[in-house]
């Protein structure tokens, strides 16, 4: 953990004291990296995996550099879901609460009412612009919404705007912005298709990389279960049903099954909130305010809705699937442990998805494998007991398999240790050399890394 303060930064004294407000004692890695850099003027590229406090590593510079009477466009957040929108500006007005002269600042997201936002802005500019990309467009494009004045740009969760297609809309907004902008990017993984984009506005920026010391939290339970011959909705009734979850939060990769799912659910008595990208506006704000209010305590939600749920008290999170990009699981199980509290994850796999379970493996997570017995989680057997079974008996070299066929015969005792032995330092040999190669494999991928990080700079 890091030993500066936010007194460190030399931040205003009421951002000290909002961020004391919110329990904040100590910077993040994220934030102790980048907020000096931003009070600098610096263009900055943050990367680092979801709850790492990305969100204040941008705001809280931000608000120190704002001029409360300049009423005019000074900074421009996009956001590529509501559900975040609506996070930010919270946490914008949370801040907000502690000026000694209130900054103005307006929230624009698609589904909610255009001609107040087109009325309010013909009489008063905000200062502090939040929103998704194609409204905030369309408000530019509409005449409406001035940003020439803006020196600042915060492209937040860059990985799911890329995602979700709004790098257009961001590439229009940002070319509106005179050159001498500072940008800030943000994200929890930066994707090849998003660097011609960042070199088109970015010259020279800092890039900073903050890496998860472990793939998945050590105060995260990661439980791997089969659904091999069994109802799937049911399943999931009994796993969120045999504890108490605080929170439980189950993901589906499709909207028709985040609906199927949360019927399923109700009609078991089960009180779920329903979270995917095909909702009503109003009606996802309600239920993204009743979640947080604590009035559910089961979600099923998809993958990019799930991003705008930001809530430490999860203690359960379910897959019913497996993601079909491998990069959501890192996100999914996120969600909880946070904090320092411990968390459950549970995926559900079928047998046919071996081959998505092992390349999660190769990537460092671990998985506990476990069944249902009884209405209780038991420790089961390796998925991969059999295979690994197979490999050691074909790993033996021909002149091995002739020492074991003869072990079969009557011989002397002493024969019989020797041949044991030997197929020992044999099997010995092979572990050595598969440690070597594994050895040399992660130097190659250190190496492949730090050239990427020099070319970047």
């Known amino acids: 953990m890091s030993e500066r303060t936010f007194q460190d930064f030399n931040l205003p004294s009421y951002l000290l004291k909002a961020v004391h407000a919110i329990n904040f004692r100590q910077p993040t890695a994220i934030q102790?990296?980048?907020?000096?850099?931003?009070?600098?003027?610096?263009?900055?590229?943050?990367?680092?995996?979801?709850?790492?406090?990305?969100?204040?590593?941008?705001?809280?510079?931000?608000?120190?550099?704002?001029?409360?009477?300049?009423?005019?466009?000074?900074?421009?957040?996009?956001?590529?879901?509501?559900?975040?929108?609506?996070?930010?500006?919270?946490?914008?007005?949370?801040?907000?609460?502690?000026?000694?002269?209130?900054?103005?600042?307006?929230?624009?997201?698609?589904?909610?009412?255009?001609?107040?936002?087109?009325?309010?802005?013909?009489?008063?500019?905000?200062?502090?612009?939040?929103?998704?990309?194609?409204?905030?467009?369309d408000l530019v494009k509409s005449q409406a919404?001035?940003?020439?004045?803006?020196?600042?740009?915060?492209?937040?969760?860059?990985?799911?705007?890329?995602?979700?297609?709004?790098?257009?809309?961001?590439?229009?907004?940002?070319?509106?912005f005179p050159d001498d902008l500072q940008m800030m990017v943000f994200s929890a993984t930066i994707p090849q298709k998003l660097r011609p984009f960042l070199k088109k506005y970015m010259a020279n920026p800092v890039v900073e990389e903050i890496r998860p010391q472990t793939i998945i939290n050590p105060?995260?339970?990661?439980?791997?279960?089969?659904?091999?011959?069994?109802?799937?909705?049911?399943?999931?009734?009994?796993?969120?049903?045999?504890?108490?979850?605080?929170?439980?939060?189950?993901?589906?990769?499709?909207?028709?099954?985040?609906?199927?799912?949360?019927?399923?659910?109700?009609?078991?008595?089960?009180?779920v909130a329903m979270i995917h990208g095909g909702l009503e506006a109003r009606r996802r704000k309600r239920t993204m305010r009743?979640?947080?209010?604590?009035?559910?305590?089961?979600?099923?939600?998809?993958?990019?809705?799930?991003?705008?749920?930001?809530?430490?008290g999860i203690s359960l999170v379910i897959n019913d699937d497996l993601p079909t990009d491998l990069e959501y699981f890192i996100h999914r199980v996120g969600r909880t442990g946070r904090n320092g509290m411990e968390g459950t994850a549970i995926t559900?796999?079928?047998?046919?998805?071996?081959?998505?379970?092992?390349?999660?493996?190769?990537?460092?997570?671990?998985?506990?494998?476990?069944?249902?017995?009884?209405?209780?989680?038991?420790?089961?057997?390796?998925?991969?007991?059999?295979?690994?079974?197979?490999?050691?008996?074909?790993?033996?070299?021909?002149?091995?398999?002739?020492f074991v066929k003869k072990t079969k015969k009557k011989v002397k005792p002493g024969y019989k240790k020797r041949i044991k032995r030997a197929i020992k330092d044999e099997e010995q040999e092979k572990r050595k050399l598969e440690v070597r190669h594994r050895i040399r494999k992660a130097k190659r991928v250190r190496q492949r890394q730090r050239r990427r990080e020099r070319n970047r700079r």
């Open 145 to 176: 919404l001035d940003l020439h004045t803006a020196t600042m740009f915060v492209v937040d969760e860059a990985d799911m705007t890329l995602d979700m297609g709004f790098l257009a809309p961001v590439d229009q907004i940002a070319s509106t």
């Open 348 to 402: 559900l796999y079928a047998p046919g998805e071996d081959d998505l379970i092992a390349k999660l493996e190769e990537r460092g997570i671990k998985f506990v494998p476990k069944e249902l017995k009884r209405g209780r989680l038991v420790t089961t057997h390796d998925r991969n007991r059999r295979h690994k079974y197979r490999r050691r008996q074909a790993s033996l070299d021909p002149s091995m398999k002739g």
């Open 219 to 271: 105060d995260v339970k990661n439980w791997l279960l089969s659904t091999k011959g069994q109802d799937k909705n049911q399943l999931i009734y009994r796993l969120l049903t045999m504890g108490e979850p605080y929170l439980a939060l189950v993901f589906a990769n499709t909207k028709k099954r985040v609906e199927e799912l949360t019927h399923y659910l109700e009609n078991q008595g089960l009180k």
């Open 290 to 312: 009743q979640i947080r209010n604590l009035d559910f305590q089961y979600i099923v939600a998809t993958d990019l809705a799930a991003r705008g749920i930001d809530i430490d």
């Open 32 to 137: 102790e990296r980048v907020i000096p850099d931003i009070l600098n003027g610096r263009s900055v590229v943050g990367q680092s995996e979801t709850g790492s406090g990305k969100t204040h590593a941008f705001l809280l510079p931000i608000f120190a550099k704002l001029d409360p009477q300049k009423q005019k466009v000074q900074a421009v957040i996009t956001t590529p879901s509501r559900e975040l929108a609506y996070q930010i500006y919270a946490a914008a007005k949370q801040l907000n609460k502690f000026a000694p002269t209130p900054l103005t600042i307006h929230n624009y997201v698609g589904g909610t009412d255009k001609q107040h936002q087109l009325a309010q802005l013909s009489r008063k500019q905000p200062q502090l612009v939040i929103g998704t990309p194609g409204r905030v467009l």
